[in-house]
T-cell receptor, first 115, second 110 residues
Framework: DTGVSQNPRHKITKRGQNVTFRCDPI?????LYWYRQTLGQGPEFLTY????????KSRLLSDRFSAERPKGSFSTLEIQRTEQGDSAMYLC?????????????FGSGTQLSVL | AQRVTQPEKLLSVFKGAPVELKCNYS??????LFWYVQYSRQRLQLLLR??SRESIKGFTADLNKGETSFHLKKPFAQEEDSAMYYC????????????FGPGTSLSVIP
C-alpha cells in the first residue's frame, strides 16, 4: 500500500501521560498536514509542513502539542501531559506541495482515548 | 480569517431525488474550494475541486463568489451517496493551508 500510513491506529492512555503518533506520507510528497477530528466535527487544522519546515501551527494548539518532520519524510506528533479533552481522531494528510489546488491524501488516522 | 460553514449537519433525501449540500465560506482573496467525502469505514478522500470544473459520481459544484458559496449538487441521489461530506478551502497560493467545514451527513433513503 503506497498511501499515507499512520501508527498506531488506536492509542489508549492515562491522563498526564505523553503520547507520540507517526505519519508516513506518500513518497515524494513535500506537504504534510496534521488535523484533529472529534465526533460530529470536521477536521480541525493543527499544523503543516513543507518538506522539513513547519509553516504554521494553529493558535488554538496548546504548547503541549509538538510536531516534527526531521528529514522531510515521516512526521511525528507528540502530546505531552495528555488531558481528557485531547481524546480525538488525529489525521495526517500529504500532497505534492507544488500547487494551490492539490488533492490531499489522508491516512486512516490514530484514535486517541485519554482516560 | 478563513472560515467554512456547512449549515446542515444532517440531510436525508429519497433515492432518485435531487440533493444539494450547502457550503459558504469567508476569505478575503481568491480561494480554492474543494469537496471531500468520507464513506463508512473509509478514509477521507477528494470528491471534486472547483478549479477542475469536473463532475464526479454525478456531483457538481459551482463557485459563486458573490454569495461566497460552493454548494454541491446531484440531480438524482443514489444509496451509495450516503456519506459525510466536507467542504474545504485553501488560499490561492501553494503555501496556503487547507481548512475544512464541519461536515454534512447525507443519508439516501431507499
Amino acid at each position: 500500500d503506497t498511501g499515507v500510513s499512520q501508527n498506531p491506529r488506536h492509542k489508549i492512555t492515562k491522563r498526564g501521560q505523553n503520547v507520540t503518533f507517526r505519519c508516513d506520507p506518500i513518497s515524494e510528497h513535500n506537504r504534510l498536514y496534521w488535523y484533529r477530528q472529534t465526533l460530529g466535527q470536521g477536521p480541525e487544522f493543527l499544523t503543516y509542513f513543507q518538506n522539513e519546515a513547519q509553516l504554521e501551527k494553529s493558535r488554538l494548539l496548546s504548547d503541549r502539542f509538538s510536531a516534527e518532520r526531521p528529514k522531510g519524510s515521516f512526521s511525528t506528533l507528540e502530546i505531552q501531559r495528555t488531558e481528557q479533552g485531547d481524546s480525538a481522531m488525529y489525521l495526517c494528510a500529504s500532497s505534492p506541495g507544488v500547487q494551490a489546488n492539490e488533492k490531499l491524501f489522508f491516512g486512516s488516522g490514530t484514535q486517541l482515548s485519554v482516560l | 480569517a478563513q472560515r467554512v460553514t456547512q449549515p446542515e449537519k444532517l440531510l436525508s433525501v429519497f433515492k432518485g431525488a435531487p440533493v444539494e449540500l450547502k457550503c459558504n465560506y469567508s476569505y478575503s482573496g481568491s480561494p480554492e474550494l474543494f469537496w471531500y467525502v468520507q464513506y463508512s469505514r473509509q478514509r477521507l478522500q477528494l470528491l471534486l475541486r472547483h478549479i477542475s470544473r469536473e463532475s464526479i459520481k454525478g456531483f457538481t459544484a459551482d463557485l459563486n463568489k458573490g454569495e461566497t458559496s460552493f454548494h454541491l449538487k446531484k440531480p438524482f441521489a443514489q444509496e451509495e451517496d450516503s456519506a459525510m461530506y466536507y467542504c474545504a478551502l485553501s488560499g490561492g497560493t501553494s503555501y496556503d493551508k487547507v481548512i475544512f467545514g464541519p461536515g454534512t451527513s447525507l443519508s439516501v433513503i431507499p
